[in-house]
């Protein structure tokens, strides 16, 4: 059966019909074009969907309407158990959290409001290439060309243009590369290189650009008010002196241009199409000239038409004025810098994919043509210094070799010794000398000055505007907003204005120009470098429509760009980039919350799989142990205790794995256990912990850490201890919740983890404060809510008394919706300690010890995690005690060993103490507390008979028995007496380290295991228990 949907036309994807399934209450334009069941192009009932550009669109894209796909979800289950109403909530939630739109604020415009007939947008004739041509035909063209060919020669004079289109035309590789990889929005150079480098290099190279664009603004301007001000000369018609004159005529165009700008910029386009036809004009004008016969004022002025003499004459430079190659390369170098002129109001193309590449290279090649034709015309027609007089000719009988002039009858030999106003070198207006008729020149020039300061004053906004919407500077968010239909930067011209301004007043053009050369060319390089940077990536994303670009060649442009900044002025590149540096720094310290998928990503992923294999194909050694630890928390935020001391002991030094085990049903939890992984890691990254967070969903809490220990990391980066909170409620809980708990710790063991047990008196787990507190929370804005829709009801209701409705304070309502939670004193007072108590590690621990009581060898894991956490700041106050166990007899000769193991090892302690009063049996009051403790957990099998101490056994298999308490009296009778040595001289410890006991496997009981670690580290400040793997984590060998 054919589907309808593909009578309209061949090239276009079905249209299928909205239903009540469709239509959800989809915002921002989305549509979704999924229901129960619909007639596919396939020809049965099917939730797929066949192709359609619609649902790669970004949420409220405003190019066309989103669709949203079937969910896998839906596709797999749908029938068995979800409803419709399920089926369209779900969806919704997936979307709201889709991450697609990466953070592209100029893609998110709403589309309500939008007149779409009264959008400007522009071809790439219109677009680009005139623009871009306009803008390169700046105000070099006229006025400093001819000094640039007299000062450079003819032969360097071709290299200054040369190179200058060679670091544009590889720019424009690379640009035309970067800008067909994906929709290109508005912001030019900014939007490219943010979008491919990050918000790091764009945010700093963003300022740096459109603040470039506005000095340009100033340059373009100081150069139509010098070609006025040589008119005002002429005809003696100066108003104050030629310097200020400039400043005048100057601050009065850019007011005018200002106007135009702020008229919208179909005025700006019309503007200048019109510059366009005066300035071609203007060029066929300076070829006419110069094969129109000279006259005698013209040949006075050096203009001798096409002669070989003055081509040979010419051919070699004469740098003058203490200027050279690089010197004159720089002021002639922003006679190029207008190919981005297209691409800075991107936003306003029809389809700048295919404009930007076409319209900017056609665009340099024709300027760069047209600059070589006329510097080459100019050059073999004018001599370098003429003194304007028609009686400095050669008298009869006299001799010149002053220069080629000689041989047509003129000596300008006067130049020598004073200063002429004529030549290639000496007059800026050598251009209208040239031409057939010189007031097309003057008009020329003032349409090519006029047309880039326009195109630079348009530019420099729209960047400036791009830079702002993305809030990656929050202070200039200010300048973002746009106004109009075509939502002009109406601020962001007024800005402009102001800087341009303040460069006008400078009214030198040799100053102004090498300024923005150096800005202009750490643009072209960073483009260049994105170029490069990602195709070096190799990211599947990167595929750009435009193939004629090279990786290396975008490196060379790169490296040229730089290479050229510092011969034009080398502290002038030195400062660029320590602003550039300096904005780099302060973006990344801000972090913005931007995704952009940039090929900084994708390099760091890049090297991260590359270091992870080169690390695998290596053996672990001691001396490169880091601790990694695999820290059962749960969620991160509920035992905070537990993470701070987990990450003073990994952080820069290892691996911090933060672990939850969701228990029950996978399929239930598969929706929670996503949310959960996206909430979790971004707390880490906000609380600034180096710490990954995984979660698993299992029957239990034991398989669920079974499966971490197995398959948790990565190589060689996979987790070599295991750290978990000590069970406060074992007395209260139930036995498979203990044996559950135990059991971890076993597996732990058989996998050959190092194991660590953190216990605080009062307790770790908040999770019913944060509870509690997003109760409150959500109690608060209900209440902000009604009291708001009161106040506009009361202010409604007494409009005509002008009151103002009064707001309530947060504060107020806090403590307003606290009185109705009711709370016992003692229960607050609880929680207030389990609070401090749980955030006690995040702060400078005071003056004191980390007593460490190193037991047992276990390949010293023991000490190694106090002393890494005596590197830290926050415990570097306090100083290590190695307390160990010794024989009375030779106590001064084992101390003296482990000063010399301590010593090897290169780690300090304050103090030593061997005791070996361990073995002395616990007091009677310590044991009696022992005996109470496990009690209800005895089976008491020998006070009963045969048959019911068997039942006993069998009906509850998890409690103590008597054989067992015999058989490990020895064991217990250590547990309990080392509390008593604890009690007696770690009291006062900031932190005390124990090593941890091992419960044999099949031998000892759970909750008799639980007993001994309660009986261990009761009663005491914050304690860890460590048991290492038996594997050396220490050595003295170098």
């Not at 971490?708 to 295991?722: C, D, I």
Request: charged share 20%; glycine share 8%.
């Amino acid at each position: 059966m054919e589907n309808p949907g593909f009578e309209e036309s061949k090239d276009d994807p079905p249209q299928y019909e909205e239903t009540s399934f469709s239509s959800n209450g989809f915002k921002n334009g989305e549509h979704r074009a999924v229901r129960p069941s619909v007639l596919s192009a396939f020809g049965h009932n099917t939730l797929d969907r066949v192709p359609n550009i619609n649902f790669y669109r970004n949420p409220a894209s405003i190019s066309g309407h989103r669709l949203v796909r079937p969910s896998l979800q839906q596709l797999h289950d749908v029938f068995q158990r979800v409803s419709n109403e399920d089926l369209q909530s779900t969806s919704e939630d997936r979307e709201a959290g889709d991450t697609s739109t990466l953070g592209d604020v100029e893609s998110i415009i709403p589309l309500e409001g939008k007149d779409e007939g009264g959008v400007v947008k522009f071809g790439w004739i219109k677009g680009v290439l005139v623009r871009c041509m306009l803008n390169i035909w700046g105000v070099m063209l006229f006025i400093r060309l001819s000094w640039v060919f007299g000062q450079a020669g003819i032969g360097l004079g071709i290299v200054v243009v040369l190179l200058s289109m060679v670091v544009t035309s590889v720019t424009c590789l690379s640009m035309s590369a970067i800008c067909t990889n994906g929709v290109v929005r508005g912001g030019g150079a900014y939007y490219l290189i943010s979008r491919s480098l990050g918000p790091e290099f764009g945010g700093s190279i963003g300022l740096i650009f459109a603040f470039a664009n506005a000095v340009a603004v100033a340059m373009y301007v100081v150069g139509f008010a010098e070609t006025v001000v040589d008119l005002l000369k002429e005809n003696n018609a100066i108003i104050v002196d030629p310097t200020n004159d400039i400043r005048i005529v100057g601050c009065i165009t850019v007011v005018l241009l200002l106007g135009i700008t702020a008229a919208g910029m179909e005025w700006e386009a019309k503007a200048q199409i019109v510059l366009l036809v005066i300035l071609l004009v203007a060029i066929v004008n300076v070829f006419v000239g110069t094969v129109i016969p000279s006259t005698q004022d013209k040949r006075s002025k050096g203009f001798f038409n096409y002669r070989e003499s003055i081509a040979k004459e010419n051919f070699v430079p004469e740098f003058r004025g203490g200027e050279n190659f690089f010197s004159v390369f720089a002021i002639f170098f922003p006679a190029a810098t207008g190919i981005l002129a297209g691409a800075n109001i991107s936003g306003d193309l029809e389809d700048p994919q295919d404009a930007i590449p076409k319209g900017t290279l056609l665009a340099i090649f024709i300027t760069g043509i047209t600059y070589l034709g006329i510097a080459l015309c100019v050059s073999v027609t004018v001599v370098r210094d003429a003194t304007g007089h028609r009686n400095h000719t050669i008298a009869p009988g006299a001799s010149c070799n002053f220069s080629s002039a000689c041989d047509f009858g003129y000596d300008f030999s006067i130049c020598q010794t004073t200063e002429c106003n004529y030549g290639l070198m000496n007059n800026f207006q050598v251009m209208t000398l040239v031409s057939g008729f010189g007031p097309l020149i003057t008009a020329g020039t003032f349409s090519a000055t006029l047309s880039s300061a326009l195109a630079s004053l348009v530019s420099a906004p729209k960047v400036f505007q791009a830079l702002c919407k993305d809030n990656i500077y929050k202070g200039l968010h200010f300048f973002a907003k746009g106004h109009g239909k075509n939502n002009e930067p109406i601020r962001g011209y007024f800005l402009t204005f102001i800087i341009a301004v303040a460069f006008i007043l400078i009214a030198e053009l040799n100053t102004i120009a090498p300024i923005i050369s150096n800005f202009f060319l750490a643009s072209y390089a960073l483009i260049n470098f994105s170029c490069f940077h990602a195709s070096y990536a190799k990211s599947p994303g990167w595929r750009p429509a435009y193939k004629y670009y090279n990786m290396w060649l975008s490196l060379f442009g790169a490296v040229l760009c730089c290479g050229v900044m510092f011969v034009i002025n080398w502290w002038a590149a030195l400062l660029t980039y320590g602003i550039e540096f300096f904005l780099y720094i302060y973006v990344t310290v801000k972090k913005p919350d931007v995704n952009w998928g940039s090929s900084t990503q994708a390099v760091t992923f890049i090297n991260a799989v590359n270091n992870a294999l080169t690390l695998s194909g290596v053996d672990d050694h001691i001396k490169n142990f880091r601790p990694q630890c695999l820290v059962l928390t749960g969620s991160p935020r509920t035992r905070p205790a537990l993470l701070d001391i987990a990450h003073s002991f990994t952080k820069n030094y290892g691996l911090c794995l933060t672990c939850e085990v969701f228990v029950g049903q996978r399929d239930k939890h598969l929706q929670e256990i996503s949310d959960a992984v996206e909430q979790n890691q971004l707390w880490l990254n906000k609380h600034k912990r180096k710490a990954f967070y995984t979660a698993v969903a299992s029957d239990n809490l034991r398989d669920g850490a079974e499966t971490l220990l197995q398959a948790s990391g990565l190589g060689r980066m996979k987790p070599n201890t295991v750290m978990v909170g000590f069970k406060r409620d074992w007395r209260t809980a139930n036995p498979q919740d203990i044996q559950s708990y135990v059991g971890i710790l076993h597996d732990a063991f058989d996998f050959e983890q190092g194991t660590v047990i953190l216990r605080i008196s009062q307790g770790m787990d908040i999770s019913h404060i944060l509870k509690a507190e997003e109760e409150m929370e959500h109690l608060i804005m209900e209440q902000q809510v009604l009291e708001m829709e009161e106040n506009e009801f009361q202010a409604q209701g007494v409009k005509g008394f002008f009151k103002r409705p009064k707001k309530t304070s947060e504060k107020e309502l806090t403590s307003r919706v606290s009185l109705d939670i009711p709370q016992a004193s003692d229960l607050a007072k609880m929680n207030q300690r389990l609070v401090e108590a749980s955030s006690q590690f995040k702060k400078k621990q005071d003056k004191g010890t980390i007593d460490v009581w190193w037991l047992f060898d276990d390949g010293g894991l023991t000490l190694l995690l106090p002393h890494i956490l005596t590197t830290r700041k926050k415990w570097k106050d306090c100083k290590l005690r190695i307390f160990f166990p010794g024989q009375s007899e030779r106590i001064e000769q084992d101390k003296e060993e482990m000063q010399s193991l301590l010593k090897k090892f290169r780690i300090k302690c304050d103090d030593i103490k061997v005791f070996a009063d361990i073995n002395v049996r616990p007091s009677a009051e310590s044991w009696k507390a022992f005996k109470d403790m496990i009690e209800p957990f005895r089976m008491h099998e020998g006070s009963k008979e045969t048959t019911q101490a068997e039942a006993l056994k069998k009906e509850y298999p998890w409690k103590i028995t008597d054989a067992e308490l015999d058989a490990f009296e020895d064991k217990t009778n250590l547990q309990v007496r080392l509390n008593e040595l604890l009690q007696e001289s770690s009291r006062a410890a900031k932190l005390i380290v124990v090593s941890m006991p091992i419960a044999r496997k099949g031998s000892v009981s759970d909750h008799l295991y639980m007993a001994w670690l309660d009986a261990l580290t009761k009663n005491l400040p914050p304690t860890v228990l460590i048991r290492g793997n038996h594997k050396s984590v220490l050595t003295f060998y170098s």
